[in-house]
């Protein structure tokens, strides 16, 4: 059974950065999208960030389109989420998700119901 661990979250002020972590305890990583979701106290998760099984392909909410960028390593069965430029409406909690679906260059899952396996979050607050 697949495992995911986030880590990286914390306390930053507004315009600062953070790197956010997910391993995977999976016997096999890198066949699979991955994506990044979050949820802020009374709001529904929202998408943030997904990246295809070979990392070609790359897909990201509109919210957040120039500021995060996510990446994996499958060596090392992690997938990574930079944000910079943070604002106070990037609070949330962060979640790490797998989809069972590959995705490509050109499409990658951005639906939660498009993902079977999640982490249990890491918090990220900005505020000054």
């Known amino acids: 059974q697949v495992q995911l661990v986030e880590s990286g979250g914390g306390l930053v002020q507004p315009g600062g950065s953070l790197r956010l972590s997910c391993v995977s305890s999976?016997?096999?990583?890198?066949?699979?999208?991955m994506g990044w979701f979050r949820q802020a106290p009374d709001k529904e998760r929202e998408f943030v960030a997904s990246i295809s099984w070979t990392g070609s392909g790359t897909n990201y909410g509109d919210s957040i389109k120039g500021r995060f960028t996510i990446s994996r390593d499958n060596a090392e069965k992690v997938v990574y989420l930079q944000m910079n430029g943070l604002k106070p409406e990037d609070t949330a909690v962060y979640y790490c998700?797998?989809?069972?679906?590959?995705?490509?260059?050109?499409?990658?899952?951005?639906?939660?119901?498009?993902?079977?396996?999640w982490g249990q979050g890491t918090q990220v607050t900005v505020s000054s």
């Open positions: 999976g016997r096999t990583f890198g066949m699979e999208a």
């Open positions: 998700a797998r989809s069972p679906k590959s995705g490509n260059k050109f499409s990658v899952p951005s639906w939660p119901s498009e993902y079977d396996t």
